[in-house]
């Protein structure tokens, strides 16, 4: 066995079959073996089965197993280019930047802090998100903040109805009633010989008229004529984003 130990500690060790180690042909001479074909045979295979043993710097065989490295690197890659091949370092890199963000992209994550390789932008804060078909992203405006806009009340403009605002109205008008004074009418009757009227003495005969009078009844109008308001609240819920920038 001239392979001995298990991965990744094994070791080589020269043998004849009888003497091992790095003077076998001294330990051979010293007691006078001699040169012989089996001791040779036996140590040349050994040697040839420890070549065997070894991965071929020329890919004239295939690892085996895993390769420890022993904190070592491979060095002087090429580049892969196909499934299976080698990542080499510069590659790699190139790679990642490729599928980054650049540096100084900003865009909202839904977490409570930015990720590695980001910086949360403190700057801008309680804002709603609005889509736009222009170059205007990054743009602020608004005079509220969200929060305040959409779970606070807000009071719209002071409006004053118009006429053709106001509803029918039905007036519910009681007449008390009235009375009208009359005046006596005096007149002198004369009569004559056995009762024969012979005429009145220049009284009224036709008709009179009473003194004037109001029935007591008025609609007043007691509004105000002023403008009113309306407060409302829509309580959206919202979301929670963070604002970042790539580093
Ligand atoms: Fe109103």
Request: net charge negative; glycine share 12%; with cysteine.
């Amino acid at each position: 066995m001239p392979i001995s130990g298990s991965s990744p500690n094994k070791t080589f060790s020269r043998s004849d079959s009888v003497r091992t180690g790095s003077t076998v042909w001294q330990q051979s001479a010293a007691v006078s073996r001699g040169i012989q074909p089996t001791d040779q045979d036996y140590h040349d295979q050994d040697i040839a089965t420890a070549i065997n043993a070894c991965w071929f710097r020329d890919g004239g065989n295939a690892a085996t197993s895993n390769i420890p490295m022993g904190t070592n690197k491979f060095t002087g890659l090429q580049a892969g280019s196909t499934s299976g091949d080698s990542v080499e370092y510069a590659q790699m890199v190139a790679a990642i930047a490729a599928a980054s963000f650049p540096s100084g992209t900003k865009t909202i994550f839904h977490q409570a802090a930015a990720p590695t390789g980001w910086t949360q932008i403190t700057t801008i804060n309680d804002y709603a998100l609005r889509i736009v078909n222009t170059a205007g992203g990054g743009a602020t405006g608004g005079s509220q903040g969200f929060a305040a806009a959409v779970n606070s009340s807000q009071t719209v403009s002071s409006h004053v109805l118009t006429t053709a605002e106001l509803p029918h109205l039905t007036y519910n008008i009681t007449d008390p009633g009235h009375t009208h004074t009359v005046a006596t009418l005096t007149a002198t009757i004369a009569v004559g010989a056995g009762g024969a009227a012979l005429g009145n003495n220049g009284g009224a005969t036709t008709s009179t008229t009473t003194s004037s009078a109001t029935t007591g009844i008025s609609v007043a109008d007691t509004n105000g004529g002023g403008g009113h308001t309306h407060t409302f609240n829509l309580g959206v819920g919202y979301l929670d984003f963070i604002l970042c920038s790539k580093t």
